[in-house]
């Protein structure tokens, strides 16, 4: 897949990959020649490398609308540069989730060969050969943040009834 395919996509809302841990729904909001940008409900800005991405399908029915507005001249951000590009002008020093590793951290700097995080004291490389996906959460919609934490609370009270027992 190239970015050109993303064209008459943009501003549509489309499913990255059919299933599995990395599937996406999302509005297409950018892409460029190596990567798409999607804007998630559960993790905001997602960027995808589409080196990466399996299948790309779009509902022929109403499609599920994402209740977050972006400003055109943002959006304009995430079109038209390469992967590492995008990423650096717009996730630099910013607290990003790299996936397939599952490392989160503030972002220090992106070179050709890998992206540096900053975590807990540590300094982590992570070639961009394997990254699939780095999201930050930027304009995650409020009901989502709203269930996050509904569903942390939970997690926390079933945790205390247990060690009760």
């Known amino acids: 897949m190239n970015g050109e395919l993303f064209r008459h996509l943009k501003g549509q809302t489309i499913k990255v990959d059919r299933g599995g841990p990395h599937s996406a729904v999302g509005k297409c909001i950018g892409y460029g020649d190596d990567y798409i940008t999607l804007l998630t409900k559960n993790n905001g800005l997602v960027v995808y490398k589409l ?19 972006i400003p055109e001249e943002v959006e304009q951000q995430f079109s038209g540069l390469d992967f590492k ?20 951290g503030v972002l220090d700097s992106v070179s050709d060969d890998y992206i540096t995080l900053i975590a807990n004291e540590e300094l982590i490389r992570v070639s961009m050969h394997h990254i699939r996906s780095v999201s930050n ?9 709203e269930e996050t934490d509904s569903n942390a609370k939970n997690q926390q009270n079933s945790r205390k009834t247990n060690r009760r027992k």
């Not at 080196?51 to 507005?69: A, G, P």
Request: aromatic share 10%; hydrophobic share 30%; net charge negative.
């Open 85 to 104: 590009t995008m990423i650096n002008n717009n996730f630099d020093h910013q607290w990003v989730k790299i996936i397939p590793e599952n490392i989160e």
């Open 137 to 145: 959460g930027q304009f995650a919609t409020q009901e989502e943040s």
């Open 51 to 69: 080196y990466h991405v399996k299948s790309i399908s779009q509902s022929l029915k109403e499609q599920e609308q994402i209740d977050t507005f």
